[in-house]
């Protein structure tokens, strides 16, 4: 168990989300990215995480053109990955996907003669945190609802709390855009339908989709996290372009969860050079410390810590 250097103690739950992989059976996308390869970075960035990731959500579009192959592809990658860092996996249906495919190539079921219509809606447990999958998609459209009985399910499953809580995971986050007003055309419709469902609940958090970019909210006084996409990205500062996505900017989110909060933390993708930093068997000698030679050591300005590495040398 690591030595607390903080006033915080350590969370409870460790959760990745990710969103948007996009994931093509035979070819790039536009020509230019390869999804799959973009979601083994984040998959790399992941398993670097200490401690690692309980659970990796994925909030949709996780097949681009909806390709049984494509899903064949994403199981390929993510599941093994998952089992190394021992996490489980939430799959979460996006706009791009499509509920027959979807079903039979990630959970092995037979939608049945009603699979473009049935939702794909989950709840999974992780450890005593309740994440519960919404399925957002209206078949041949790519803006978000939520029918009548989903809601009702959705309250019948809150009605119990879970031990450590509730993540909601969902494609088309309720939260404004305003870096990107084309999304406010596809953006989740009726979102005060959903609100009054999880007035008094047990969600400690939204995580969504969708805009390729990350982004940050509240929504029914709930905090609401947005990853961005491994594929593409949606810039939100473009010059004279009403829409542009760009390769870069690529990320993931990791969420700490702890009895009264969740701190989300932005994962890049790309690799970027360090220009300073210190070798990780520093740890120990940093937890051999007491919290007053801590103090003195990594807070004071003149300690040899700062005054040794000021030249650009560790």
């Known amino acids: 168990m690591p030595v607390q250097l903080g006033q915080y103690p350590a969370p409870h739950h460790v959760v990745a989300h990710l969103s948007d992989p996009h994931l093509l059976a035979d070819r790039l996308q536009y020509g230019v990215i390869d999804t799959v390869a973009g979601l083994q970075r984040a998959l790399t ?8 990731p309980q659970a990796l959500v994925f909030t949709g579009d996780l097949a681009d053109k909806a390709e049984p192959a494509a899903y064949a592809r994403l199981r390929e990658v993510v599941e093994p990955a998952a089992a190394a860092m021992g996490a489980q996996v939430v799959w979460v249906m996006g ?15 037979d939608a049945g003669p009603d699979g473009a219509e049935r939702p794909q809606d989950r709840v999974h447990d992780v450890d005593g945190l309740r994440i519960v999958a919404l399925d957002t998609s209206v ?70 989709g969708h805009f390729h970019f990350s982004s940050y909210s509240t929504f029914a006084g709930i905090p609401v996290s947005v990853a961005s996409a491994t594929c593409y990205t949606s810039d939100p500062a473009p010059v004279d372009r009403f829409v542009s996505g760009v390769d870069g900017h690529q990320s993931v989110n990791v969420l700490h969860v702890y009895d009264d909060r969740v701190v989300t933390t932005l994962v890049p993708l790309a690799d970027a050079p360090e220009v300073s930093g210190f070798p990780a068997d520093v740890v120990a000698q940093v937890e051999a410390l007491s919290p007053e030679e ?4 990594l807070s004071r300005k003149s300690s040899g810590f700062y005054t040794s590495s000021a030249d650009g040398e560790d």
């Open 45 to 52: 960035r992941l398993s670097h995480v200490d401690p690692p």
């Open 139 to 208: 078949p041949d459209y790519h803006h978000g609802e939520i029918t009548d009985e989903q809601l009702t399910w959705l309250a019948d499953v809150l009605s119990t709390p879970a031990p450590h809580g509730t993540l909601l995971a969902l494609h088309h986050p309720p939260i404004p855009v305003p870096m990107l007003r084309a999304a406010e055309i596809i953006e989740l419709l009726d979102q005060d339908r959903l609100a009054a469902v999880l007035e008094g609940a047990d969600v400690r958090g939204i995580l969504g």
């Open 95 to 109: 706009n791009h996907d499509e509920r027959a495919p979807y079903a039979r190539a990630l959970f092995d079921e």
């Open 294 to 297: 801590r103090r003195e050591i």
